[in-house]
């Protein structure tokens, strides 16, 4: 038994206990394995953490990972290029929008306003560059947010939907931003305005 009071205030009661216990450790040293085996397995996520912390505030550190990295590159290159195969292929799934072309997101939103009527459904307007995709039921943050921003992702939910119209519609950028708090589009208003006028005169 170790005497925690002594253990802190005597170094030299310290120092054999410590040997007394490396000597232990090294006539058991299955048991001591099993242990780290477990403690590892039990703190997983923890130790990982800990690791990844570590390695992005410690430039030597990274130095002297890329560094065995690269070392053992060279002297298993098989391995190399079969790892590389795989983890290219596991970026492109974590990745899937980057790597998804710019022209491919494109395609994707043409096609979803095509289906929309590609005209603000509020003013009329056709141009193209003006058009957005709203969210009828404003809730297009929790869409992107299910989807992770990704807005090749976003376009293909809604073709896999096929661009319901009571969820989705076609609006111009003007009337998409000042309707989205909710409030009526200013074209409605002025809309009112302008049959008033008509009926006045
Ligand atoms: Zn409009
Ligand atoms: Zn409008």
């Not at 002594?6 to 006539?27: M, N």
């Not at 990274?62 to 970026?91: C, D, H, Q, T």
């Not at 395609?107 to 957005?132: N, P, S, W």
């Amino acid at each position: 038994m170790v005497n925690k009071e002594r253990y802190h205030s005597d170094p030299e009661y310290r120092e054999r206990k410590l040997a007394e216990h490396r000597d232990w450790q090294r006539r058991n040293i299955e048991r001591v394995r099993e242990h780290n085996r477990r403690y590892r397995e039990r703190h997983r996520e923890e130790i990982k953490a800990r690791r990844k912390a570590k390695y992005a505030s410690d430039p030597e550190l990274r130095r002297r990972v890329r560094e065995r990295a690269r070392k053992w590159a060279l002297e298993n290159p098989e391995r190399y290029r079969e790892n590389m195969r795989i983890g290219s292929r596991a970026y492109y799934l974590r990745n899937r929008d980057l790597v998804v072309s710019r022209l491919a997101i494109k395609r994707a939103r043409e096609q979803v306003i095509d289906r929309l009527g590609a005209r603000c459904e509020c003013c009329g307007e056709t141009i193209r560059e003006f058009l957005t995709i709203d969210h009828r039921n404003r809730d297009g943050g929790e869409h992107r947010r299910k989807f992770h921003n990704k807005p090749y992702q976003i376009y293909m939910s809604i073709l896999r939907e096929g661009c319901p119209t009571d969820k989705y519609q076609v609006l111009c950028m003007n009337c998409n931003f000042a309707t989205r708090y909710g409030e009526p589009c200013p074209h409605a208003k002025h809309e009112l305005e302008r049959l008033a006028l008509m009926v006045k005169t």
